[in-house]
């Protein structure tokens, strides 16, 4: 299935701080939403963004969040141009130094090649 090696693909780039070689596998136009559409000023990661310019924001938003510990990734599945992933995040959060250990799903469209919406959400 294309879409599972492209989110495999996908997840080893950011796994190794490759964030170009992540958005090799973005459309140009992708939804990006880091786990609401609405933006919440406390928690900088939520929102809805576009494009490289938006993966790159919300990657950026994320770091300045949380320190990470670990991401383990523990499935993965894909079909009829959806991609998921799904594992366990521990996370510092820098704000307040305090451990954040969540749950997470990744759902990714893809089409001709590019993830063209992406969502992450966590528990």
Known sequence: MQ?????????????????????AFVAE???IIGVRAEPKP???PYGARCGHDGFRTFLAALGR?????????EHLGAGEGVAFAS????HIVAATGKRFFSEWVLRCRVREGKITHYQFCED
């Open 42 to 44: 406390s928690v900088p």
């Open 3 to 23: 879409e599972q090696i492209i989110i495999e693909n996908f997840l080893a780039a950011l796994k190794a701080g490759d964030v170009d070689g992540a958005c």
């Open 65 to 73: 969040t949380f320190k990470s510990q670990s991401l383990t990734v």
């Open 29 to 31: 136009n992708a939804v």
């Open 87 to 90: 594992g366990q995040l521990d």
